[in-house]
């Protein structure tokens, strides 16, 4: 049986989900029961034996970090929209996220793919977000936040472009409320923001999307 937070796990979740979904279970309680089975067979293990931090890119299970962040794109370990991917429009998806912790200074956002076939690859970089910010719209950022280089070599967002006939690649939305301005400018790596967020996180969320084609 795959292991909880695999990549083979996401995908019998996403599977379970459609035919929760094609028997008429309503989106949200088909998301429900998903996890309820799934956590049944297997149960999360403690914090301690989890691979990865707020900071790691296994693409693991991670502990709740204090931040909520969500989708009216796609919900969790679910499908993300064409319109999002690569070559289908390459509109970031909108995000919305719950209110910072007092002290945050700015909040900084990560996406990255772990199942790539060379490794993590990285396709949004962003920085500089404000903290009273709590949702990003479609294809938008605040004037004031920063995009960084993304894993194709462009600045902003960068869609999903997995190999075809892949089984559906892990997609990890990443927020961070950092307690310091972390001033990143354009050409910002996502190795360069988590070198800025190292020691500064005050909380942090993930959302998980899936995209295969």
Known sequence: MPDPGSHRYDIRRTRL??????HGV?????DDAANEL????HPPRPVGERAGGPLGGGGGVEADGGLRLRS???SGHTMIPDRCSHRGGNSSPPLERDAVPPGTEEIALLCEDPDAPGGTFHHWVVSGIPAEVTALDENAVPAQATPGRNDFGETGWG?????VGDEPHRYLFRVFAVDTPLRLGADATADDLR???DGHVLAHGTL???FGR
């Open 17 to 22: 989900r459609g035919e929760l979904d094609d």
């Open 26 to 30: 309503p989106d949200q309680n088909a």
């Open 159 to 163: 869609g999903p472009e997995p190999p």
């Open 38 to 41: 799934l956590q049944r067979e």
């Open 195 to 197: 070198n800025a967020v």
């Open 208 to 210: 998980v999307g899936l």
């Open 72 to 74: 009216s794109a796609f």
